[in-house]
């Protein structure tokens, strides 16, 4: 049985860091491409950051250079550090997984998802 819980999320100022987790289990995360999405109230999902199984990460313009997404073999988890966030960053925060070594941007391309965790940036 498949399952990802995220961790992390909370209410900051414009400029301060957050780190979200999320922890894999019924898989190993080091061979499933992971990603990241967000939700904003009103809008639609969008990507945020992905890593794929050889490690090869891609990143939505609007976080480069601010977000980087990581993930621990160890620890069979994901990780997506955010620094000088921005109240445009305000969401529910997703990960998901596919079953394959690569990743799309494409949410309908993951298999599996978590229950998300909010973000918030004032």
């Known amino acids: 049985h498949v399952q990802l819980v995220e961790s992390g999320g909370g209410s900051v100022q414009a400029g301060e860091s957050l780190r979200l987790s999320c922890v894999g289990s019924?898989?190993?995360?080091?061979?499933?491409?992971l990603g990241w999405f967000r939700q904003a109230p009103g809008k639609e999902r969008e990507p945020v950051a992905t890593?794929?199984?050889?490690?090869?990460?891609r990143y939505a313009d609007f976080v480069k250079g601010r977000f980087t997404v990581s993930q621990d073999s160890a620890k069979n988890t994901l990780y997506l550090q955010m620094n000088s966030l921005k109240p445009e960053d305000t969401a529910m925060y997703y990960c998901?997984?596919?079953?394959?070594?690569?990743?799309?941007?494409?949410?309908?391309?993951?298999?599996?998802w978590g229950q998300g965790t909010q973000v918030t940036v004032s």
């Open positions: 019924g898989f190993t995360v080091s061979t499933y491409c």
């Open positions: 890593i794929s199984s050889v490690s090869s990460t």
């Open positions: 998901a997984a596919r079953n394959y070594w690569d990743c799309t941007l494409r949410e309908i391309s993951y298999n599996y």
